[in-house]
C-alpha cells in the first residue's frame, strides 16, 4: 500500500533560524494539502499544491511540489515564535483522489 | 459568523458509558469527517460522510457510531465497545468529499475516560 513518511518527526531552533519538513510518497500524488496545527488548537489549512515542480510562498514559508511529484517540502525563513506548531501533509490516497491520508506531522519548537 | 463547532470542549466520562460529542457545521458543506488524535500523533480518520444521510468507516470506525441525519449535523457516539477511548477529538467538513476540496476543522473535543 501507499506510504506516507513526514521528516523530521520533531524539530527545535532557535529563533531567527531557518526550518523545513518534508512529506514523501511512495506514489505519484495529483495534489497535496499543508495544514498547521497551534498547541491545543485544532488543524487549519495553508496551501494545496498541484502542479510538478510548484513553488508557492506565504511571507516567510515556502511550499514546493516535487517534480516527480512524489515529495513536498515546508520551509520556514528565519522562524518566529509565531511558528510553533505541528504542520502535517495531507494526501490523496494511492489512485483514490477522493479518500485522503495524513502524514503524522512534524512538531516545531523556538527558542526566544 | 460561519464555521464548525464541537461541544464540549472538555468532556469526561466514567468507563462503561456511551458519550456523543456534537458536531455542527453552517458552511452548507456536503462532506463531513471525524477524527481522533492521541499526544504527539497525527490524525486518524474515524468515520467520514460524503452527503446527508450517508456514512462510511474510516480506519478506526470499531467501537465508534454515527448519523447523518441533517446536512449541518454529524454526531459521534464513542461507545464503551472503544477499549481506548481518551483523546482529542476533532471534526472537519469540506464542501465536497475530493482530495482538492479544503478542510475545516472544528476546535475539538478531550474525552477522557476515568
Known amino acids: 500500500g501507499q506510504q506516507v513518511m513526514q521528516i523530521p518527526q520533531y524539530q527545535h531552533v532557535q529563533e531567527g533560524e531557518d526550518f523545513t519538513t518534508y512529506c514523501n510518497s511512495s506514489?505519484?500524488?495529483?495534489?497535496i494539502q499543508w495544514y498547521k496545527q497551534r498547541p491545543g488548537g485544532h488543524p487549519v489549512f495553508l496551501i494545496q499544491?498541484?502542479?510538478s515542480g510548484e513553488v508557492k510562498k506565504q511571507k516567510r514559508l515556502t511550499f514546493q511540489f516535487g517534480e516527480a511529484k512524489k515529495n513536498s517540502s515546508l520551509h520556514i525563513t528565519a522562524t518566529q515564535t509565531t511558528d510553533v506548531g505541528t504542520y502535517f501533509c495531507?494526501?490523496?490516497?494511492?489512485?483514490?483522489?477522493?479518500?485522503?491520508?495524513w502524514g503524522l506531522g512534524t512538531s516545531l519548537a523556538v527558542n526566544p | 459568523d460561519g464555521g464548525i463547532t464541537q461541544s464540549p470542549k472538555y468532556l469526561f466520562r466514567k468507563e462503561g458509558q456511551n458519550v456523543t460529542l456534537s458536531c455542527e457545521q453552517n458552511l452548507n458543506h456536503d462532506a463531513m469527517y471525524w477524527y481522533r488524535q492521541d499526544p504527539g500523533q497525527g490524525l486518524r480518520l474515524i468515520y467520514y460522510?460524503?452527503?446527508?444521510?450517508?456514512?462510511q468507516k474510516g480506519d478506526i470506525a470499531e467501537g465508534y457510531s454515527v448519523s447523518r441525519e441533517k446536512k449541518e449535523s454529524f454526531p459521534l457516539t464513542v461507545t464503551s465497545a472503544q477499549k481506548n477511548p481518551t483523546a482529542f477529538y476533532l471534526c472537519?467538513?469540506?464542501?465536497?468529499?475530493?482530495?482538492?476540496?479544503?478542510?475545516?476543522f472544528g476546535p475539538g473535543t478531550r474525552l477522557t475516560v476515568l
Open positions: 495531507e494526501l490523496p490516497e494511492g489512485g483514490n483522489n477522493r479518500k485522503l491520508i
Open positions: 506514489t505519484t500524488l495529483s495534489n
Open positions: 460522510s460524503q452527503i446527508v444521510n450517508d456514512f
Open positions: 499544491l498541484v502542479k
Open positions: 472537519a467538513s469540506s464542501a465536497r468529499f475530493t482530495s482538492t476540496d479544503t478542510q475545516y
